[in-house]
């Protein structure tokens, strides 16, 4: 009797120590896929970073040509009257169909 309770405790510790080796598969993979994990998260934080700095770039420059066409136009304060910079517009966009009336009938002949 005691031979057969010897074997089945052997048999009984083999299985522990079978499902002890699995489990700890399972966690070597789990402490793998949590590396890579955190891994791309540190990577898409730091393509955030560079996100936000190109933005803040740009929106600075914008300011800065903002502020220069301004002064270009003469806006703000004591500056050119907004009757001259509409006309200005107006103005390009008469030149603009013009120079398109004139390159249809370059390319396609008179009418």
Not at 74 to 81: D, F, N, P, R, S
Request: glycine share 10%; aromatic share 12%; with cysteine.
């Amino acid at each position: 009797m005691s031979t057969s309770r010897g074997r089945v405790e052997d048999t009984y510790e083999t299985q522990n120590d079978q499902r002890l080796d699995e489990l700890h598969s399972k966690l070597r993979t789990l402490r793998g896929v949590t590396t890579d994990i955190h891994d791309d998260v540190e990577r898409q934080n730091l393509m955030l970073d560079d996100t936000g700095d190109s933005f803040s770039s740009f929106g600075a420059s914008l300011a800065q040509s903002s502020r220069q066409a301004a002064r270009a136009f003469g806006l703000g304060q004591g500056g050119v009257k907004q009757w001259r910079l509409i006309l200005y517009c107006i103005l390009f966009l008469v030149g603009f169909w013009f120079t398109w009336k004139i390159a249809r009938w370059w390319w396609s002949g008179p009418p």
